[in-house]
């Protein structure tokens, strides 16, 4: 069965500061990496998500992610952040065995920018 | 379009009383169906999915069942809320092609007091 770890409960970071928001995963088949993102009192919504090709994806509010089968990691980048980036970022995996597709999440990194 | 619906938005409810949370996707057929829940300052947590019509598969033993009836429709329930069943709850299914995906409802936030 897949998982997700992410190692970084909480992220604090001044604004216009890069930042990285780490995530592995465990599999032992292929498959599909999503990040989300949760602001305060709000539902999910998806940031990026890699099925295949090209292993750097991009959001259209400035955040990347890439894609590394050896280390098996999925790793959120932005190089300036702001304010209004502060919200809870989840990892999540979904493996392509059989027709299932269930999709299993990280526990989350709680990204805090400061002014 | 293909949109999810999920009712109600936020629920307040006694220990001890019934819960049945709703979730219909309009604008496909045979979708697969999925539960989720948040405890509060925690990750999201797979509770049931259903690939079909009457099939529906636990992740995790708890206090709460789900029902498909109908293709569309996704029904989680439970006889008896604990302080433990708090938290926000997040239905969703899964689309698959080109534009593979996962599409979430709003959530209900339910609170057992």
């Known amino acids: 069965a897949q998982s997700v770890t992410q190692l970084d409960s909480q992220v604090p970071v001044f604004e216009e500061a890069p930042v990285e928001l780490r995530c592995n995963y465990s599999s032992s088949v292929s498959v599909y990496l999503f990040w989300y993102v949760q602001y305060p009192n709000q539902g999910l919504q998806l940031l990026l998500k890699?099925?295949?090709?090209?292993?750097l994806v991009e959001s259209i509010n400035g955040f990347e992610a890439e894609f590394n089968k050896s280390q098996t990691s999925f790793h959120l980048r932005k190089p300036s952040v702001h304010i209004s980036d502060t919200a809870e970022y989840f990892c999540a995996v979904s493996d392509l065995v059989g027709n299932t597709d269930k999709l299993i999440f990280g526990t989350g990194t709680r990204l805090q920018v400061f002014p | 379009s293909q949109t999810i619906h999920q009712w109600p938005a936020t629920l307040v409810q006694p220990v001890g009383s019934p819960l049945s949370l709703e979730c219909t996707v309009e604008g496909t057929s045979n979708p697969n169906l999925y539960w989720y829940r948040q405890a509060a300052g925690r990750g999201l947590q797979l509770l049931f999915y259903s690939v079909g019509i009457g099939q529906i598969s636990s992740e995790v033993p708890q206090n709460l069942s789900a029902s498909r009836p109908q293709d569309r429709q996704f029904i989680l329930s439970s006889k008896k809320l604990l302080l433990s069943d708090s938290g926000f709850y997040l239905c969703a299914w899964n689309r698959r092609g080109p534009d593979y995906g996962y599409t979430f409802g709003s959530g209900t936030r339910l609170t057992v007091v």
């Open positions: 890699y099925l295949s090709g090209s292993t």
